[in-house]
């Protein structure tokens, strides 16, 4: 049996969404300013997008732009995406369509712009002589080395770059045309806002030219409202601060903030999945069985090395990191372990993806004497039984040891943790290895109070969730949070709105907007 054309199936829900956005976001008298914002098929994006779009757009009475920033392959490629933009049938653009979008921006061939790119990808290549010159690549004054070094990972699913490669310049040479492209776009009109999704991959080059121009630029999400600006090109690097915002709390609110945050770390502790991390669908501490061990019994100190995804972006935070990118953390610590009187294991979250569990084996035939722990082992059964220290580059489980008072070594003075000093950040390769080396002489502070304000920095107060009122409930009514790209997203989402409703997120809108702040913060 034939099955129906999912477009056709949902037909009847599109039209329910069409309809609410017809009927909220009505059609204004416009100027010759352009919001510039970013084609998404995630539908919890489209849905932020359609409210923060109009409230944008009711302030500087600007057309609404869509911008898709895929690489087009061929001429051919280009067509069908002009084509579908105004097809009835594609109903993401019609969506787009209903919430004011007037017009679509495909990145085209233009012979111009394609010869000034090849003259200026010709000269950039000569200047990467090692991995690290491509993370400092400026154009026209616009840093973007950084994206295109993440965008080639994840566009490849490769877990580092070889800079020789044919793949590579090819690559290079596309996103130098990227670049130029929008930069000849911004040029040619008179955008004053952009919006994206994301502040990572190519995606993120219109973002970092309306930067650059002094424009207003954000990222929006379900998670939150970011401005970005010179000084804060990423959306989420605003953790050197979490101290110093807390601090300025009134009394009440840190009271209620810290009471909050350890209910929520003794849930996670106690095995709930996701617990503000509606991302994670298996919990890293469930119960063990006590009779089968994981660690070898001697009196050699153990070290876990807890790895990342190899395919996802490096830099999410900038690049003021020891290593250009996870693999070669993870190359440098194996041999680096050889040197020592260490017992060396490495364990991956129980989320792994099963390339990174790959690359990880591939590494362990060289470097044997490190030995790889299931994904599903639990971190209490590893604190049972003696784990010494933790070595990651910038991940949460930096206070989760912290929590049991195990030291851990961030590879990185640019992670979410370096406000506190509950754990050790690294400066350099001499500092990360003196860490190492030892590890009785860290002085760290295991305070619960500062992990709580962590916690509570990090976990709640940047995760506004703004257009849903109850996270957990919500999720939990879609099937989980894997759901949040697709039509599940809209049909219950739209069981919550109403009038009254997108009143309050525009009040909460403008209050933000108005402030100039990087943030749109959570209210407890």
């Not at 030219?209 to 939150?224: A, E, S, T, W, Y």
């Amino acid at each position: 049996m034939i099955s129906l054309n999912p477009n056709l199936k949902n037909r009847k829900l599109f039209k329910k969404i069409e309809n609410f956005n017809k009927r909220n976001f009505k059609k204004k008298n416009l100027s010759k300013g352009v919001i510039l914002c970013e084609f998404t098929t995630n539908k919890s994006v489209q849905a932020c997008f359609s409210i923060f779009t109009n409230f944008i757009q009711k302030q500087n009475k600007s057309k609404i732009v869509a911008y898709n920033s895929e690489i087009q392959k061929n001429k051919i490629s280009n067509i069908i995406r002009k084509i579908k933009s105004n097809f009835f049938s594609n109903y993401n653009y019609e969506l787009y369509k209903s919430f004011n979008v007037s017009d679509f921006i495909f990145i085209e061939n233009h012979k111009e712009i394609k010869k000034k790119c090849n003259n200026k990808s010709k000269k950039l290549l000569l200047k990467i002589k090692k991995k690290s010159d491509l993370l400092k690549i400026y154009v026209e004054g616009i840093w973007i080395g950084d994206l295109i070094y993440d965008s080639y990972i994840k566009y490849y699913s490769v877990p580092t770059i070889d800079i020789k490669s044919e793949n590579f310049k090819l690559f290079f040479n596309e996103c130098i045309y990227v670049f130029y492209f929008w930069l000849d776009y911004f040029k040619k009109n008179s955008v004053n806002t952009v919006i994206g999704s994301h502040t990572v991959y190519y995606s993120a080059i219109p973002l970092r030219i309306g930067i650059k121009k002094g424009l207003d630029v954000f990222q929006v999400n379900l998670h939150n409202v970011y401005r970005l600006s010179k000084k804060k090109l990423f959306a989420y690097e605003f953790f050197s601060d979490y101290k110093k915002i807390f601090d300025k709390f009134s009394s009440k609110y840190k009271k209620k903030a810290l009471k909050y945050s350890e209910s929520q770390c003794y849930k996670r502790f106690g095995g709930d999945v996701g617990v503000n991390m509606h991302y994670s669908t298996k919990s890293s501490f469930t119960s063990f069985d006590k009779s089968r061990t994981v660690l070898k019994k001697n009196s050699k100190k153990k070290i876990l090395i807890a790895s990342h995804c190899f395919l996802d972006n490096p830099h999410p935070y900038g690049i003021k990191n020891i290593f250009n990118d996870f693999y070669d953390w993870f190359d440098y610590l194996s041999n680096f372990s050889k040197k020592t009187e260490y017992d060396w294991y490495v364990k991956t979250h129980p989320d792994f993806k099963i390339e990174t569990q790959n690359i990880i084996k591939k590494f362990l035939r060289k470097y044997d004497h490190i030995r790889l722990i299931p994904p599903s082992t639990s971190h209490h059964q590893l604190i049972n039984e003696g784990i010494n220290c933790v070595i990651t580059v910038h991940g949460t489980i930096s206070w989760e040891y912290a929590f049991f008072g195990i030291p851990v070594i961030a590879c990185s003075q640019n992670n979410p943790h370096n406000s506190f000093n509950f754990s050790y950040h690294a400066k350099n390769i001499k500092d990360l290895n003196w860490a190492i080396n030892n590890l009785d002489k860290l002085k760290l502070d295991y305070s619960k109070d500062n992990i709580f304000k962590f916690y509570f920095m990090h976990n709640i107060y940047r995760q506004n969730n703004w257009i849903i009122d109850n996270v957990d409930d919500f999720f939990e009514k879609i099937g989980g949070y894997k759901n949040i790209k697709n039509l599940k997203f809209y049909d219950e989402w739209l069981k919550s709105m109403n009038d009254k409703k997108i009143l309050k997120i525009e009040n909460s809108l403008k209050e933000f907007v108005d402030s100039k702040k990087f943030l749109m913060p959570t209210k407890i």
